[in-house]
Structures are given as structure tokens and as C-alpha cells.
């Protein structure tokens, strides 16, 4: 029976492409058509960057779901289950608690002092020109490693949709996914964007519900049935190692370490999650949409952990790591194992929607980051036209989109939740300090700010480039090339620290005091919203 099942998986990409790509197509079309009416109602740059503030908090919380469920939620969190077992949950478990930290720390008080982006809120009280650049850079940084992160996906699904095996041929499907992305943003703005993550989001936690039932319905809905079978199918010596921690941070437990910081403090710093809760036209719909989130991402997150270990005990960790997309496929091979290639198709084209939602909702946020914080704020000194700063950032997604199918085409074969981890990591390093000491520490200044952001992403970046990520390894992005010294995957452990560190010690050295009229102003507007909504009409 698992011989049988196992040859059925490992022809599943030969067996009916033209189903598999009908059921793509048919989703791609859907979604455009949602865009495509969306964008009637784009006429100003609230309606481009917020959705003029429109949508209720349920919305919103779909939307955000949609937009925190991305590609590494499902494909990678879900393959590095079924590979390494209890080491990859703890992606799940990280990811859910940095949500928390998010909702408690900075996701409300950010809504009522900002306007559209996260330096909105940093330039409230500090100068302009310098935290505003800063705060693009970053933007931009964290919205480029997480993009890589969804193309990558993108590339390993579509490839094993239709079989493609060679690189030129995925190289091909990650630059067709590049094209869509630009597509859908340039038309849709933030309101068609939006539309298409709350899709997402019910067809992603619908299909990964339907997949946990049958899972379960197949071990008798016993939990401790599903891990037996997972363990029969190990390829680890011993077997029974894909339950318990160490199967793939042993070597390097401090890897761990560093990975769970980075993944806990990562989300309180994306600027595409914390630009959702300025869609919403009120701080009680903000609050509302976060209750919504909270329950739909934590269910989905409960979910993956059947989902993986569903697909070590029906596909098998020999064939998801033989198929196109490696650890990327374990989810669509056990759709293909549970229901077949008409369930594969249609799991596959929620994941695709899974990942244009999300890259959609990055490229719009990096687009109106330099746009809005870089040619309207800084080259126009705040007198730019609303309809030129438009145009700038419709010419931003282009450049963003070109670099994202670059770059995926770079990264492609490698784990996307782990690269998703990487952009964690700068998240928290450049941007979480800055956020944390502009809310809560009256002396924080520009200084301060600029050595925050600008030190956290050099670090950051100067510590991936010099790890095992990058070169050295079999798994590296350059493995015929080795010039690591840093010995940590993750450099969050070093990082985040220096992060906070550099905009402590920038404060205390400035001799610029800032205005502390516009500091207790921002205080009571965080705490209180007070003039938050008439500030953002204008």
C-alpha cells in the first residue's frame, strides 16, 4: 500500500498537468477580476496606500491573517515538519508567539500616530529627513528578503504543478510570478491587494482544515496513530528522532536560540503586517480585527502541525525531498495523497494565492514606503502631488518587482520558511528598536534612531552574508563558494541586541534635544487615539 502510494506521488507532476494548470489559471483569472473592480474606486493616495480606510475589522482581520499566512505558513513550515518533525514546528510556534507580541507591544499605538507607513510614526517626534530615509531603507530591506521568500515558493509549486525539473524552466515560472505580482499591485492598489489576502485567507484555512480533517480521519483521529505512521516513514537514525528536538539544531543549538529570538520579535517590526491597521477608519476596528487575526492565524498555526507530519507519514520524506521544490512540495504532494490530482490542483492554487497575497501586500508596502516616505517627505519636502507620488510608487513596484524575480531566481531550492526567518531577523534588528524606544522612552532621538536602523540592517546583513546561508554549504545560496566565518544561520542572537544597543547609545551621546511638546503629544495619541482619525484624513 505505501509503495503504491509513493510511486503515485513521485509521477504526480505527469500525471495531469493540463488539470493542475486549468485549476491555476482559473484562480489566477478569479483574482483578477477582484483586482481589476477593486481599482474603480483608486483616486487618491488614501485610496492607493489604505483603501481609504474602508474595510470593517473583520476584514481586516482576514486581510491580516492573509497577509501573516504567507508561503513559508504552509509550504515551508509544513515541509520542514515532515523533514525535521518537532524542530520544524517550532517555526509554527514562533511565528504565533511573535504575533502576540506584536498585538501587545506596538500594533495599536503604531495605528493611532501614523498615517500610511511605520515612519509615519518615527517621524512624528523626530526629524524628518533622516528617520524617513532610514526607515525606507529598512522598509525596502525586509520587504526584499521576505519577497525572495515567496518566489522561491512560487517557483518549487509551479514546477511541480507542471513537472519542471531544470532551473532555466523554474527561472521561467519565477519571472511569470514576478509579472503577475506587478500586475495586480499596479492595478489594484491596497484596496484590490486587501481583497485578495481576505480570499486567501478563507480558501488557505478552508483547504488546510479539510486536509487536517481527512489526515485525522485517516489515523483514526488519533494524534498519537498520525506519529506512529510518521515514524514508520522516518529516514532518521533513530526513527522515532522526527518527535523530539534536535534533529536539525543539534549541531547547533545556539542556531535555535537565535532563530527564536528573530522569529518572536520579527513581527512587532514588519512593516506590511503593522500597514494593515491603517486600512481600518477607527482604533475600536483596529482592535477588532487583531481579535479576528489572533484566532484565525493560531488555528491555522495548530493545523500545520498535522499537515506536516501528515505528509512524513503519506508522502514520505524520501520523495518530498526528490520532488521539484524539495521541503516546498510536502503539502501539495499530500494533497495529491489524500484526494488526488484534482485536490492537488486546487491545494496548489491556494498556495499560489497564499503567496500573491502576500508578495501583493510587501511590494505594495515597499512601494509606498519610498514613495510616500522618500519622494513626497523628503525630495518634495511634503509638497509633492498626491497623483505624481502615485506614479512614483507604480514605478517602485516595477523596480521591486524585477529585483524580486532576480533574486527568487538566486534563492530558488532553498526553505522558505527559513528565508522568511532571515527577513525576521533584519525586522527586528533595524526596525523593532526604533518602534519600541519612539513609543516608550521620552528621550529617544533622531541620533538614536538613524544608528538603530541603519547599525541593526548592516549588521544583520553583514552576518547573513558571512554564514553558512550564503556560502560554504550544500544548502547555501553559493555552495561552490565558501567565505563564512559567522557560525549562526540566524544572526538574531547578535543583531537584535546591537540594534537596541546602537539607538541607546546614539540617544545618550546627541547633544540635539528633540521637541518634547511633539513627544507628549505622540504619548497621548498612542494611549488615548485622540486625533489620530482627523490626522489621518489629511
Known sequence: MLHTLLGRVAEAPKLDPVLNISVFLLFVVATLVIVIRASRNNKTAADYYAAGRSFTGPQNGFAIAGDYLSAASFLGIAGAIAIYGYDGFLYS??????????????????????????????????QQRPVRMAAALTTLAVSFFYLLAQMAGAG???????????????????AIVGVLMIFYVLIGGMKGTTWVQIVKAVLLIGGAFIMTIWVLAINGFSITALLESAVATSITEPANAILGPGLKYSANPLDF?????????????????????????????????????I???????????????????????????????????????????????????????????????????????AATSFAHDVYASVIKNGNADPASEVKVARITVVVIGILAILGGIGVNGQNIAFLVALAFAVAASANLPTIVYSLFWHRFNTRGAVWSMVGGLTSTVILIVCSPVFSGGEKSVFPELDFAWFPLSNPGIVSIPLGFLLGWIGSLTSSKPEDPAKAAEMYVRAYTGHGAEKASEH
Open 93 to 126: 510556534i514562533g511565528f504565533l508567539v511573535a504575533w502576540l507580541v506584536a498585538l501587545l507591544l506596538v500594533a495599536e499605538l503604531m495605528r493611532n500616530t501614523g498615517k500610511f507607513t511605520m515612519a509615519d510614526v518615527l517621524a512624528f517626534r523626530l
Open 156 to 174: 518549487g509549486l509551479v514546477a511541480l504543478l507542471l513537472g519542471i525539473t531544470d532551473k532555466l524552466g523554474q527561472s521561467i515560472v519565477i
Open 257 to 293: 536560540v537565535s532563530l527564536s529570538i528573530a522569529l518572536v520579535l520579527g513581527t512587532a517590526g514588519l512593516p506590511h503586517v503593522l500597514m494593515r491597521f491603517y486600512t481600518v477608519p477607527s482604533a475600536r476596528e483596529a482592535r477588532r480585527s487583531v481579535v479576528w487575526a
Open 295 to 365: 484566532w484565525l492565524i493560531g488555528i491555522f498555526y495548530i493545523f500545520t502541525l498535522v499537515l506536516g507530519y501528515g505528509a512524513a507519514a503519506l508522502v514520505g520524506p524520501e520523495v518530498i525531498l526528490e520532488s521539484p521544490g524539495k521541503e516546498n512540495s510536502a503539502a501539495p504532494l499530500l494533497a495529491l495523497a489524500l484526494g488526488g490530482p484534482i485536490l492537488m490542483g486546487v491545494i496548489s492554487a491556494v498556495a499560489f494565492a497564499t503567496i500573491l497575497a502576500v508578495v501583493a501586500g510587501l511590494t505594495i508596502t
